[in-house]
């Protein structure tokens, strides 16, 4: 499955834990807290050292963010700095708890103590299972609830394709009319009958995104809390099937259906000035190998919809003659810059021939074409969430 990128722009949340830094101290009870890639200037109500080392329990009040100091300063020896926060929270330290704080504190991602006692708990459930403790992460990093049935949805997603586990349905024999309209639907977006590449694949691409769109039912939730008319769709099929069958074709539904929930729970995610979207598609219908990926992170506009002129759009696929390819398109202004990773040779020079026609297909929707870069996949842009210096508290004070 490819990466899914980070969101943007994070602020802290109430009761969040993080380890921060003095960087300096100034008159009238002042300083320079360093916090990740972060500086602030706070008002102190608790002596701290220069130079020293803390854990910070966030809160705000008013406009105003408190730091608090949890226990003493850090002695720069890991294990018995997370010992003493995890007695400091009255919680019992153990190996994989420690290591879990570890990752989280190491790639600078704060965390909330309810966050932490249910990541625990699913970690001693799931602790055979070296994937549970980088979703779990990745769970805290989103701000996806910390469940037992989002966390097997990720590890489906994880482990899984869409294109698998449709073909496996579709191979199923027809039993009753419940699977006969399923299969109808995944034939829609999957199947062996693999449409050929026709003249104008721009069109056949839209075709199957908005057919994945129109079947899959990744809105059932939101029309049934809204109380609109539902239609048939594979989600709403696949629950059908699932309460009145068992056996291994239900047990293929079940992960069929927990990898849609993975899909809809990754695909938006949103702060106050950004819209971070995200899908997988199955691939087979327009010649791909794999199912593929598709992110947007936009600024939002006033009225909170996505930017188009400011954007970034990402394009992660697994071609038949050129393998694991990512295309990065940045926006800004309506002016295109694209970065194409991938490892084979020349791929500049192959590629040259197609250049006016992409910059005259973006021009005639009023894009300009200002560069294409080439890179191996190896220098694939790393992004960490609270990597950059994103925080913004502005107008506010700082108290610890």
Known sequence: MAKIMPPSNQAFRNDQIVKGQVK?????????????????????????VVGGKYHFQV???????????IGDKLKNQPKQDISALLQSLGIKASRINTTFIQLLMDEGIP?????????????????????????????????YPISKDILESLLINRNLSQTELMNRLLREPIQNNSINELQHLLAEVVGSDKVSVIADPKNQFIQHVQKYFQF?????????FNQLNQRKTIKSLLLEYIVKKDGSTHETAL????????VQLQSINETDNFIHFNIQIPGEKIGLTKDFTMQFKSRKRKNGEMNSDYCRIYFFLELAHLKETTIEMHIQ??????????NTDNLSILAKRYQPLLKEGLEKLDYYLTNINYKPIQQERKTNPFSEKTFSYQGVDYRI
């Not at 708990?121 to 769970?139: F, G, I, R």
């Not at 039912?217 to 049934?224: H, Q």
């Not at 202004?333 to 991938?342: E, F, H, K, L």
């Open 24 to 48: 300096k101290l100034y008159p009238n009870n002042k300083a320079l807290i360093q916090l990740n890639s972060q500086s602030i200037t706070a008002r102190l109500e608790t002596p701290l």
């Open 59 to 69: 809160h705000i009040s008013n406009h105003t963010l408190y730091l608090k100091v």
């Open 111 to 143: 965390f909330q103590k309810k966050e932490l006692l249910h990541a625990f708990h699913l970690l001693q459930e799931n602790k055979k299972n070296p994937q549970t403790m980088d979703v779990l992460k990745e769970m805290i990093v989103y701000r």
């Open 216 to 224: 899959a039912g990744l809105d059932f939730e939101y029309r049934l």
């Open 255 to 262: 992960k069929l259906l927990q990898y849609l929930n993975g």
């Open 333 to 342: 202004q309506r002016a295109v810059s694209i970065t194409i990773y991938n």
